[in-house]
C-alpha cells in the first residue's frame, strides 16, 4: 500500500496535492526534501520519483528525477539531466512531478 504520495509543482515551490507529506523544502537546484506527517518505521522503505517532461524534438535532454536519500521522516530527491557531454546537471522540475512511498509506517 501507499503510505505518501505527492505531485510537485512545476519549480519544487509547492505540492498541489499529496497524502502523507505535510511541506516540501527547495535545498537548490534540483534538490528537494519532501517532509512527512507521519513517520516511516524504518529507512527501508520503497520511495520512487518521476518527472513530466515535454521533449521539444532533440532541444532539450531527458530529464531524470532520482531518489537521493531516505530518512523516517523525509525523503531527498533531485532532478536533472545528462548533457550531451554526458556530465550529470542539476535543475529545477520544469513541468511537474511525483512521489509515491511504500512501506511501514511509525
Do not use: Q
Not at 502523507?20 to 519532501?34: A, H, P, Q, R, V
Amino acid at each position: 500500500l501507499c503510505k505518501a504520495w505527492a505531485d510537485i509543482a512545476a519549480g519544487g515551490a509547492s505540492l498541489p496535492d499529496s497524502f502523507n507529506f505535510s511541506s516540501i523544502d527547495d535545498d537548490g537546484t534540483g534538490e528537494y526534501g519532501l517532509n512527512f506527517t507521519n513517520a516511516m518505521g524504518s529507512i527501508n522503505y520503497s520511495a520512487n520519483a518521476t518527472v513530466t517532461f515535454n521533449h521539444a524534438a532533440g532541444s532539450n535532454n531527458v530529464r531524470v528525477f532520482v531518489v537521493e536519500s531516505k530518512a523516517t521522516s523525509s525523503v531527498e530527491i533531485d532532478s536533472g539531466y545528462t548533457s550531451s557531454s554526458g556530465v550529470y546537471e542539476v535543475l529545477d522540475i520544469t513541468t511537474n512531478a511525483s512521489v509515491s512511498v511504500a512501506g511501514d509506517l511509525a
